[in-house]
């Protein structure tokens, strides 16, 4: 079990102000290496892109509102830049690159019996220090932004600190650090698709510079081109996609867990009635070994269909569901924690004629 970012729900929201500043610092820019394109400091980018933008084809102006600057590790130190007064990925040694002696590391717990131990496991990239630090915070920018599009207000309840802390810790998990161990360990060690298609993108654009003999001007150019119109912007995407859907999922699993909390406490033991676009969130998350929703299903041409924890589908005797009394009349989706499908069936009717 990788380790948390920090202790739950500790949001520092000043600290976008301190990374628009760096970046303001330089005139908009943010800076990051040359050579070859990793998926590191794609992500890295897009994810501070993220405080900064709404649109991602916004980040291929070059003048306003951001500047992506491929340079040379040598000029780092000729112009003076330091995390002090620039944002600068995957280069220079500060505190967002990784290249230094000492490295970060993710830490897991591990069990001998009763005695835990921590041990270090994969080292952190330059997008894994930068998600470390300010991962929570991109999420709760994102996700105000997502209710801004929708002219909505969220609530305390939908607009949690906390769930911004666990949407970042899940992305941190599934993406971030798949991404570091790939960028640390190398693809052949640790492959991962989307580093896999960022690296033959680059290299499918080397091979056309060899190919027509271009200068290494040129060639640069066109590196430079790839990374700054086409996978920083592919990224920022994917990236808000992805944190909007985390977030949403973890919202939705929330509330069909304090439905199933409330009718337990009102003595409903094995049924729960959940709002419809609540129900196959509820039994995705897994929570209990058994469960069933039953609704119509667009892969059976909207037949009602018996839905199983482990997403199984089973079609229903249309037969049995006609003698269920009131069943066309009522919107249904069903929780029932049974073992069998039969039970379920019988579930289905009890609560109908109650």
């Known amino acids: 079990m990788l380790e948390i970012i920090r ?5 520092h929201m000043e600290r976008i102000d301190e990374i628009r500043n760096l970046i303001q610092n330089q005139g908009g820019a943010i800076f990051t290496h040359t050579g070859r ?45 330091n995390d002090s007064n620039a944002l600068i990925l995957d280069i220079g040694e500060g505190r967002f690159d990784h290249h230094q002696k000492e490295k970060a590391y993710y830490k897991e717990k591990i069990y001998d019996g009763d005695d835990e131990s921590i041990i270090d496991t994969i080292e952190k990239s330059a997008v894994a220090k930068l998600w470390s630090y300010i991962g929570p915070e991109i999420v709760k920018t994102v996700i105000l932004g997502y209710f801004e599009e929708l ?4 609530g305390i309840a939908i607009l949690d600190e906390k769930l911004c802390f666990k949407t970042a810790c ?13 960028d640390t360990t190398g693809q052949k060690a640790s492959p991962n698709v989307i580093s896999e298609i960022i690296s033959r993108k680059y290299d499918m654009v080397t091979c056309l510079s060899r190919l027509y003999d271009e200068s290494d001007d040129d060639a640069k150019e066109k590196v430079d081109e790839l990374f700054i119109y086409d996978l ?39 049924l729960v009635n959940l709002e419809k676009q ?5 039994i995705s998350a897994s929570c209990f070994p058994s469960g069933y929703v039953v609704s119509k299903s667009n892969r059976t041409d909207g037949e009602w269909c018996l839905y199983s924890s482990d997403e199984k ?3 229903l005797d249309e037969e049995i569901l006609k003698r269920v009394p009131g069943f ?3 919107p249904i989706a069903i929780l029932a924690i049974f073992d069998s499908e039969k039970a379920a069936e019988y579930a289905i009717g009890l609560l109908l004629n109650n």
């Open 232 to 270: 920083v912007p592919e990224a920022h995407r994917t990236l808000k996609a992805y944190i909007i859907s985390t977030y949403m999922h973890i919202l939705d699993t929330n509330r069909a867990l304090e439905l199933y909390n409330q009718s337990i406490n009102e003595g409903h033991k094995n």
């Open 37 to 81: 394109v990793h998926a590191d400091e794609t992500y890295g980018v897009a994810a501070v892109a993220l405080l900064l933008l709404d649109d991602a084809d916004d980040i291929i102006i070059f003048d306003t509102p951001v500047k992506i600057v491929r340079i040379n590790e040598k000029y780092i130190k000729d112009y003076n830049l």
């Open 7 to 11: 202790p739950e729900g500790t949001l």
């Open 328 to 330: 066309k009349k009522k």
């Open 151 to 154: 002219c909505v207000i969220p």
């Open 278 to 282: 609540n129900a196959g969130k509820f």
């Open 170 to 182: 899940e992305i941190e998990k599934n993406l971030i650090s798949k991404i570091s161990l790939t």
């Open 313 to 315: 589908l089973y079609p």
